[in-house]
């Protein structure tokens, strides 16, 4: 068993690591201040190839593992959540499902181009009414021969201000009185399509999130995703992945926010020492670099299983629960040694502590990973 990275792991590390610190941190500040879409970083991110990290090259991608997204993420959110968001979601709520589920036809249509960055996309699943049930959607799609036509809406829905298309979830019509979900590609250019409220958010604000909204909207039974019916199968494969992506964030977030204190409190002073020089802060300190190392061994585990092809529901969801609860109690203890500096916007562990909380809510909450992880225990 071997904990270390590779040469080409650790070189890919470094890279995605200077790529942070030359084209993201310059930018942070002001793009959390004034909400601001990062679309030239998004660019460089595209030309160096990460939209589509885990993408086969045959598609338009990297080929790279799901180690190396790990790696690209956390290293990514130390610069910037809301940028890692933007990356995390091209590789793993846009082309996974496709990959996943997608025709050929599909793949090289849609996956082509978003692993390239030449276009975005969003996974459309919250409903107004339904957020950890997702069974309890409303959204429908009725079918009228050679196309369908789809009436609701999604809230929540990342980058929808600045995508192309939308892998949306939808009821149907079963053949029975159960509810039958399918999935389908929905592009705005659809008749009926609209994107709706804005959202202003607490965190991660460089991260577009609205309302869209369907009227009557045609959508051609080709851009069904899988077999009616599937929708659920396929997000749910879909938030497997998702989740590595929030682990690795949480990860990398919580590993910037204890490295800024320690370089806060070895500088300031207080009673005639430095701050660090205090047990309590050593000893705070200590705890949260053990837990995020725990946290980043359980994000590298599952990494691992998906890479090896063995299920990974279980571990994905540990890894999330567990490295999401990490960085919020990082970012508040974090906070409370930079004292009333830590609530000055200024200092960027204020934005960690604010960034630092969606971690817990989506891709699943933090209850609904327990939940996952109790079932596939056989605890019903």
């Known amino acids: 068993m071997n904990f270390e990275l590779s040469e080409d792991e650790l070189a890919l590390q470094s890279m995605f690591r200077d790529f942070a610190d030359k084209e993201i941190r310059p930018i942070a500040y002001e793009m959390d201040k004034n909400e601001i879409f990062p679309m030239e970083v998004k660019e460089k991110m595209a030309e160096a190839g990460f939209m589509g990290l885990i993408t086969p090259e045959e598609y338009g991608g990297s080929g790279s593992s799901y180690m190396d997204y790990t790696l690209l993420v956390s290293e990514i959110a130390k610069a910037s959540p809301a940028i890692a968001l933007i990356v995390s979601g091209s590789n793993c709520n846009m082309c996974f499902p496709v990959l996943y589920s997608g025709t050929e036809e599909q793949k090289k249509k849609y996956v082509t181009p978003m692993a390239k960055g030449e276009i975005n996309g969003a ?45 949306t979830f939808v009821l149907t019509e079963g053949p029975t009185d159960e509810k039958e979900y399918s999935a389908f590609i929905i592009e705005k250019s659809f008749p009926g399509f609209s994107v709706g409220k804005h959202e202003e958010k607490m965190g991660t604000r460089g991260s577009d999130l609205c309302e869209i909204v369907f009227e009557d909207l045609i959508v051609p039974a080709e851009n069904l995703l899988g077999k009616r019916g599937d929708g659920l199968k396929i997000a749910l494969s879909t938030l497997d992945a998702g989740r590595l992506g929030i682990a690795a964030l949480s990860v990398g977030l919580a590993q910037e926010a204890i490295d800024i204190t320690v370089k806060y409190t070895s500088e300031r002073m207080q009673f005639g020492k430095r701050i660090s020089q205090f047990q309590n802060t050593q000893f705070v300190l200590a705890e949260l670099q053990t837990q995020v190392n725990a946290a980043r061994l359980l994000t590298y585990n599952a990494a691992w299983a998906m890479d090896a092809g063995q299920p990974a529901t279980q571990l994905a969801s540990m890894a999330k629960l567990y490295a999401s609860d990490v960085v919020n109690n990082c970012a508040r203890k974090c906070l409370q040694l930079f004292g009333g500096y830590g609530y000055i916007k200024e200092y960027p562990i204020e934005r960690i502590y604010r960034d630092a909380k969606i971690t817990e809510i989506f891709e699943g909450t933090s209850e609904i990973q327990k939940t996952v992880i109790a079932r596939s225990m056989g605890v019903r």
Do not use: Q, W
Not at 131 to 136: F, H, L, T, V
Not at 139 to 146: Q, R
């Open 123 to 167: 996974f459309c699943l919250t409903e107004p009414g339904s957020g950890s049930d997702a069974g309890g959607m409303r959204t429908k799609a009725v079918c009228k021969g050679d196309h369908y036509v789809v009436n609701g809406s999604k809230t929540f829905i990342t980058n929808a201000s600045v995508s192309e298309y939308f892998i």
